[in-house]
Structures are given as structure tokens and as C-alpha cells.
């Protein structure tokens, strides 16, 4: 029996009104030449017709470069964690976000994307230096299963030794600051409901996305579970 989502657009848009924040900071900056030598690296690394990339947030629904084919692909080792302080695109100075990241320990099921040589490195480029220049992520290869048989895929993992990893929170902390992070790019609560539809849209019912999305739903509709961004010392003003 298909169950109805707790979180959805119209509780998140009923929450959130009024004007964004402005852009936040963006702690950890790698240089230019840094992300360069790491993608570089990776294209070295590939398979000569290529690679695969694992996709396991956004990814999912909006890949944000060409690629060929795609398969349900299931990661060990690692799982999906809310365990990334963002404070800036859906989150901000006042009001940080926390994004999904693979942490080590269990599996992830997610997409893998096969990008084909030649052009690899203009189809791969702008998402890896999206994803590297933070310096929340590391690149790592993993070994990954699907139903046409084992791939060797490219994944960002968090890099837990940088200032953005938040490390293992409760499950009330991720909600609590989910539910109320907005930034310049969107919120954090859009950016856990459209992973979750995309996961399930894959048949893929991740227990801890699902669970999330509800606890986040419960706190939208509930003034008193978190702090509201446009509450200032006790009233209801506009910032």
C-alpha cells in the first residue's frame, strides 16, 4: 500500500514566505587548482570508454550533464547521511542547512550515470567542480551492484575531517534544522522532498528519507516544534 508524503510543497511554500536570504559563506574553498588535479585524476583513472557516477541527492533528479544510460545501483560500505552543514544555495549564515553526503557504514541504493569518452571532461567538469570546490566532499571509486552486473563507480563521500561534517546527529537536530533552512537557492526541505519522490519514482523506499520527510512535515505544520524564520524577538514581522 503506497503511503502519502507527510512533507509537500504547499506545507514547505506556507512556511517559507517572504524575501531570502542573502548568499552565505562557503567555509573549506578549495583552489581552482586543487579540483582541477582531482578531475584530472578521476578522467585518468576512468575505464577507456569512460565512467560511471553514483548519484545519491540531487544527483537523482537533476544530473545536470549528458549521459548515456543510467542504472539502479546499490553502493556497500557507505549510506546516505544528512551530515553536511551548507550555508549557503539552501542554507544561510542564520539558518545553515544540512545536505546528504555518504558516510561510511551500510549501503546506499541510488543511480548509477554512464558518461562516455570523448568529452568527458566537459560532461563531467561542471558538476565535479560543484561538488569539490566546497570541500565537503572527497572522490572516491566503489564497487557497486546492479541487475546487469557489477560497476566500479565514482561517488562523492563526505570528507569528514573538513569544517562542513557535521558528523552523527539525531534524528529531532536534522529535522528541526532542515525544516527551517532556507537559503538564496531554496530550502532545505524541498531539496529532502524532491530526493525522496525521486527515490521512490526509482522504487527505492528509503527508510531514513522517509522517516526524515515526516518528522520535517510534522515541524512545518507545527509552529512551536521549530524556530520560524520570520519570527524576530517574539513577533510575526517580515525580515
Known amino acids: 500500500m503506497k503511503h502519502e508524503m507527510t512533507l509537500t510543497r504547499e506545507s514547505i511554500e ?7 536570504p542573502a548568499e552565505g559563506q562557503w567555509p573549506d574553498q578549495r583552489t581552482e587548482s586543487e ?3 582531482s578531475l584530472d585524476t578521476a578522467i585518468a583513472e576512468a575505464d577507456k570508454d569512460g565512467l560511471w557516477l553514483f548519484a545519491y ?12 544510460e543510467r542504472r539502479i545501483a546499490r553502493v556497500h560500505g557507505y549510506h546516505r547521511r544528512f551530515c553536511l552543514w551548507q550555508w549557503r ?3 544561510s549564515d542564520e539558518s545553515p542547512n544540512l545536505m546528504l553526503a555518504l558516510a561510511p557504514g551500510g549501503s546506499c541504493t541510488g543511480l548509477a550515470y554512464r558518461i562516455k569518452k ?12 560543484r561538488e569539490m570546490s566546497g570541500g565537503g566532499y572527497w572522490p572516491q571509486w566503489l564497487n557497486a551492484a546492479t541487475d546487469s552486473g557489477p560497476l566500479r563507480v565514482a561517488a562523492f563521500i563526505a570528507n569528514r575531517d573538513g569544517e562542513r561534517y557535521a558528523g552523527a546527529l539525531s534524528d529531532d537536530e536534522v529535522a528541526a534544522t532542515i525544516a527551517r533552512a532556507r ?17 521512490e519514482e526509482l522504487g527505492v523506499r528509503d527508510h531514513m528519507m522517509w522517516r526524515m520527510q ?14 520560524h524564520p520570520r519570527l524576530v524577538d517574539g513577533n510575526s514581522e517580515l525580515r
Open 14 to 20: 506556507a512556511y517559507h514566505i517572504g524575501e531570502a
Open 35 to 37: 579540483v582541477e588535479a
Open 57 to 68: 541527492g540531487s544527483l537523482l533528479w537533476r544530473p545536470e550533464f549528458p549521459y548515456t
Open 89 to 91: 544555495w539552501r542554507g
Open 118 to 129: 570523448p568529452g568527458l571532461r566537459e560532461a563531467l567538469g561542471p558538476v565535479w567542480r
Open 183 to 199: 537559503g538564496h537557492g531554496g530550502t532545505g526541505a524541498e531539496y529532502l522532498l524532491n530526493t525522496t519522490l525521486a527515490l
Open 214 to 227: 515526516r518528522l520535517v512535515g510534522d515541524k512545518l505544520k507545527s509552529p512551536t516544534s521549530v524556530a
